[in-house]
């Protein structure tokens, strides 16, 4: 089995989303506008002045981040208890903590778009947008295919599976030989009690 390039049965490589196809070209364009913002005010307030607002926003970042991530250990510790039940998040907002870590680690990229984007995913008006924006984009169908519900583990397993070059799923597992085997109760190669 080849690990190549996958084809088309007519033998061309598969088309490209138009999402993955513009991708790094939306990188690029906004490294140059974060370079270009921060030369700009760097030319206004001075070097020491951007230094000053990267080093603050590492540190603003990083307890944002570190903030979440207790907070979401802490529900998850409370949840595991037996009878224990999950805590409502603060504010009565539904879901976890994803788009306060997301804010967080885009306050602690340098650069001022991205700081603006963090807080942005901080403030819980413009959070509820963001979260309600994401949502409606994760459950179109066309997007996934039919059949798709955001989070299941089954589809996690259902994109893990091989696909050949002629385009067939194939499902299966892997047996390492290795290993030792345990002996079943049922395995015909084990003799009768």
């Known amino acids: 089995m080849t690990f190549g390039a996958q084809q088309t049965t007519d033998g061309r490589p598969p088309k490209r989303s138009r999402a993955r196809r513009f991708l790094p070209l939306a990188v690029a364009v906004w490294v140059v506008l974060e370079i270009w ?9 001075g070097g020491l002045t951007v230094f000053a607002l990267l080093a603050g926003g590492l540190l603003v970042g990083a307890y944002v981040v570190k903030r979440a991530g207790r907070r979401a250990w802490k529900r998850l ?27 967080g680690l885009l306050i602690m990229l340098p650069g001022l778009l991205s700081d603006a984007a963090g807080l942005l995913c901080l403030f819980p008006p413009t959070r509820a947008l963001v979260r309600k924006g994401l949502e409606r984009r994760l459950t179109r169908a066309k997007a996934f295919g039919p059949g798709f ?17 002629d385009g067939k799923v194939v499902p299966g597992e892997v047996v390492r030989e290795d290993e030792a085997r345990a002996p079943r109760h049922d395995d015909p190669q084990l003799p009768p009690r």
Do not use: K
């Open 37 to 45: 913002l921060l030369t700009v005010v760097a030319g206004a307030a």
């Open 149 to 165: 519900t955001p989070g299941g583990l089954g589809d996690a397993f259902q994109q893990a599976r091989m696909h050949r070059p």
């Open 77 to 103: 510790t409370v949840s595991l208890q037996p009878g224990g039940a999950v805590a409502e998040p603060e504010g009565g907002q539904s879901g976890g903590n994803g788009l306060t870590m997301l804010g």
